[in-house]
């Protein structure tokens, strides 16, 4: 019978929300499915429509300078810092669940500068890139070579765009200059009529001089230079129905010029630096975003803006760059805070002229990357919604449905609360989701609403009154009666009281106002406390709304009674600043720490700078037990959910916590041992939460990255049982074979159970067995039948095996008699191309061969000694026949 397994916490990452783009180029296919977006010197090919990963490309080490996705998806080309420029092949699968797989066609060094900008023609077959010293030069995709050169002035080259003249019988409409006419004329007699096509062909290259150079892709030459922006040209784009060219600049203004006389048809000054701008519906508008953040719509043939004043947004929602999407009617525009918002151009189908309307509707919104996460917390009753503090002025909401669409994807960004004026330190969440205070650098605390049904997230409360920003904020938590209103209705029933902390060491109570009226005054505290000589770092209600607990970086936790706003008591015994604090759930069993069982009060839990957490009683406010082994600050820490009853006796009460050494780590608080260590992030963990009815941990880090830690001690104590239960069966089972001599089946199976000491004594048995088969290169035939029929694993964990008993002079004979069978019934191929599991392959191969040849050949050397030394022995007996000695006349022969 199975002992046992022993038991153990385990939990692994089940879903994570990373970064998809941290600022750089973006790119969009045709069909406005496929999103290529820069992380750092990575690529990365995200659905638009799931959110889902498709690929992700790894960088050549330094940071990517630009990239572009081909109409088609057909291939994918990123230029970096190295002046390097990768084209990759994509092969997008069928099915919808499936990833995209890439191949790198080519690696080029395209320019003795940085590639700046690229662009691809609508066929896909034609890349231009633009660089630092002017040059522009067009690539054949599939073949890799260049077509074309263009040598401009020695300034960066800052906009690309392919087009086609639109066809005409009249010359002038060719877009070719006077001058050029002639040539032009006898070159397409001369060449016939398939050279007739490719002379509309033109490349549109913008400049920081604020010049758009028209180049022919037939003659090869410029054939016009527009000379009427002052600043970067930072868009361009052609209508073939309009034949126009648009041309948008840092300088405020944007430009159409006629294509057949490259003269300007109008002016228009925006009255913002343009990034980015183009065509909709057949040329008859045109978009614009720039440093005001907001997407405008012009009327093209009388340059009249179409969409409402709006206001000027912040300096991180301003748009550096933007993608039209025909096929989906949207317009993909990137802000400087790497947010991606997609906004809907189907009202500019079916309106009027001289029409005005609102603003472009948004359709989505995408965050390429929350920043630094400092604070987060589950929303709503059903928990499918997080809210995240990013080191920003708003909050962000996203979604954690299981779903795959376009809404509702996991990680999905739902909504922003936005309000402060300045970065958003802690947030709280009451018992039911649907209430959440924020606190931030602008002094000020803000209660929010959250209502998913009719997709409102409103402001309810401002309390303003502390002289210097919000390090702390506390809501309530204990759920009330079900038979009361607040619990049949929580939306209409906000949370009774707000407690808030701050930088300047005070403490206030607020009492939240009933209803929206009262909500618009500003409230005033019910009482004002100074509370510590340093900043408040943490504040936490306990779950009999009775008492409160303040943590500051005065190394001191204070107990205070709620209503009176009274000191109960003072923890003492930190060495640096604590950063958080929780009072136990309530039920929570007795703990017996170093100096006894707490009991009384309850218990509370701390964690510091000083890399420790404390548990507390409550009762006389002495310190319980002290937990050690993060590496550095304890920035969080929480209670995980209490075992059921009936588990108690073999699952303990636990708490979790958050370091600056990157780690979440759970901790046996009876103990005090660390159950395990989570390790998925890269920088601080700020943020730490648990799912109140699942277990999981959600930690959230400095490196943008949140992560959901699912509790698999069940699973992964019935997979421990299991295994010990299989491996004692299996134990008896290779008895049974060895007793009844099935040699297949025991050898086998006591490779699989890694047993060297029961292989080595079947080897032993068959070598040194009396009976020898005739043929056998080991004795037995069923044994070199199962020798030579070994999968690679197999034959791999026998060599291993065999390298071991090879270094003793006790098993060496037995190794060599196997490794003989093993060398006869293998080719050398096949030795030396073992498909090896593992990080190290062939490498940790060649060292086991290396390992088996080297004693191998130190035994041979140890016989060829012995053999000579026997020819010596040999030969002293050979020359003492016949030679005797004398003694007393006794002659005696040796």
């Known amino acids: 019978m199975a002992n046992k397994a022993p038991y153990t916490t385990t939990f692994e990452p089940e879903r994570t929300i990373q970064p998809i783009h941290t600022g750089g180029s973006v790119a969009l296919d045709h069909s406005g499915q496929i999103l290529a977006t820069t992380l750092g010197e990575d690529a990365l090919l995200t659905d638009l429509n799931t959110g889902r ?112 003249i639109v066809a005409n019988q009249k010359e002038e409409e060719t877009g070719i200059s006077a001058r050029n006419r002639n040539k032009e004329r006898r070159k397409s007699a001369s060449d016939g009529d398939l050279n007739i096509a490719a002379r509309g062909f033109r490349l549109a290259s913008g400049s920081q001089d604020g010049k758009v150079r028209i180049w022919d892709l037939y003659s090869r030459n410029c054939t016009s230079v527009l000379d009427s922006h002052v600043s970067d040209v930072r868009a361009l784009d052609y209508s073939p129905e309009e034949n126009a060219l648009l041309t948008a600049s840092r300088d405020k203004t944007i430009m159409w010029w006629d294509a057949r006389t490259w003269k300007v048809r109008k002016v228009v000054p925006v009255l913002e630096e343009v990034e980015a701008a183009g065509f909709l519906y057949e040329g008859r508008y045109t978009y614009t975003g720039g440093a005001n953040g907001n997407i405008r719509v012009w009327q093209t043939d009388d340059g009249r803006e179409v969409t409402q004043s709006q206001t000027a947004k912040g300096e991180t929602d301003a748009i550096v760059d933007s993608i039209f999407s025909p096929g989906l009617d949207l317009v993909l525009s990137v802000q400087a805070d790497h947010t991606m918002v997609l906004y809907s151009t189907s009202v500019l189908v079916k309106i009027a002229a001289m029409t005005t309307i609102h603003p472009l509707e948004q359709v989505k919104r995408i965050s390429g990357t929350h920043d630094e996460i400092i604070d987060l917390g589950y929303l709503l009753p059903d928990r499918s919604l997080l809210a995240l503090a990013t080191n920003s002025e708003e909050v962000r909401i996203v979604s954690l449905a299981q779903g795959e669409n376009s809404s509702t994807y996991f990680g999905a960004d739902v909504a922003q609360l936005k309000g402060h004026d300045d970065i958003i330190i802690c947030l709280d969440i009451d018992w039911s989701g649907h209430w959440i205070a924020t606190g931030a650098k602008d002094n000020t605390a803000r209660l929010w609403r959250i209502d998913p049904a009719t997709n409102s997230f409103t402001c309810h409360t401002t309390f303003t009154g502390h002289a210097e920003s919000l390090g702390a904020i506390a809501l309530p938590h204990t759920t009330p009666p079900e038979s009361s209103p607040a619990f049949k209705s929580p939306l209409d029933h906000p949370p009774a009281y707000l407690l808030t902390g701050s930088q300047d060491q005070t403490i206030k109570r607020w009492d939240i106002p009933r209803d929206s009226s009262t909500a618009r005054k500003a409230p005033r505290a019910i009482y004002t406390r100074k509370a510590h000589d340093k900043d408040i770092n943490a504040l936490d209600i306990s779950q009999n709304n009775q008492f409160f ?71 006389d406010f002495s310190c319980l037990r002290t937990f050690e082994g993060h590496a550095n600050s304890v920035l969080k820490v929480c209670w995980l959910n209490l075992p059921n009853p009936e588990d108690r006796s073999r699952k303990h009460v636990q708490v979790a916590s958050a370091g600056g050494d990157g780690l979440v780590k759970v901790w046996d608080a009876t103990s005090g041992e660390v159950d395990c260590t989570l390790d998925n992030h890269e920088d601080r963990v700020w943020a730490l939460t648990i799912h109140p009815y699942t277990n999981m941990i959600v930690s959230g880090s400095g490196d943008s990255t949140v992560t959901f830690w699912k509790d698999t001690t069940e699973s992964t104590q019935a997979a421990t049982t299991a295994a010990a239960t299989q491996f004692v069966e299996q134990e008896q089972e290779l008895q049974n074979y060895i007793h009844a001599g099935s040699w297949r089946n025991a050898i086998t199976l006591a490779l699989q159970l890694n047993h060297p000491g029961k292989l080595l004594s079947l080897f032993t048995s068959v070598i040194t067995s009396s009976t020898h088969e005739a043929d056998s290169l080991s004795g037995s035939k069923a044994v070199d039948g199962v020798l030579a029929s070994l999968s690679d694993e197999q034959l791999f964990t026998l060599l291993l095996r065999l390298r071991d008993w090879n270094t003793n002079n006790k098993t060496s004979a037995i190794a060599q008699r196997i490794l003989s069978v093993i060398v006869k019934s293998y080719s050398a191929e096949k030795l030396s191309s073992l498909s090896v599991r593992g990080a190290k392959g062939s490498k940790s191969l060649r060292e086991v061969l290396d390992a088996l040849r080297a004693y191998g050949e130190k035994g041979y050397r140890k016989c060829e000694d012995l053999a000579d030394e026997s020819f010596i022995i040999e030969y002293t007996l050979l020359r003492m026949d016949g030679m005797g000695f004398v003694d007393e006349g006794v002659v005696m022969e040796v």
């Open 549 to 619: 607990a303040s943590a500051s970086q005065d190394k001191t936790v204070k107990i205070w009674v709620i209503e009176e706003g009274e000191v109960q008591g003072v923890l003492r015994g930190h060495r640096r600043g604590v950063w958080s604090v929780k009072f136990a759930p309530k039920d929570t069993p007795s703990i017996v720490g170093e100096s006894g069982p707490a009991a009384g009060k309850g218990l509370i839990l701390t964690g510091s700078g000083d890399k420790t957490l404390k548990l507390w009683s409550l009762s």
């Open 53 to 164: 990963q498709l690929a992700k490309i790894e960088g050549d080490g330094e940071l990517i300078s630009t990239l572009t996705l081909t109409p088609s998806a057909s291939h994918l080309i990123i230029c970096s810092r190295s002046l390097s420029m990768r084209i990759y092949s994509l092969r997008p699968s069928l099915s919808a669940d499936a990833d995209i797989r890439y191949e790198l066609l080519r690696t080029i060094k395209p320019h003795t500068t940085p590639v700046v900008v690229l662009a691809v023609d609508q066929t896909s077959t034609l890349l231009a890139t633009g660089a630092a010293d002017g040059v522009v030069k067009v690539w054949d995709i599939a073949g890799g070579f260049v077509t074309h050169t263009f040598r401009g002035p020695n300034v960066l080259v800052s906009a690309l765009h392919f087009f086609e």
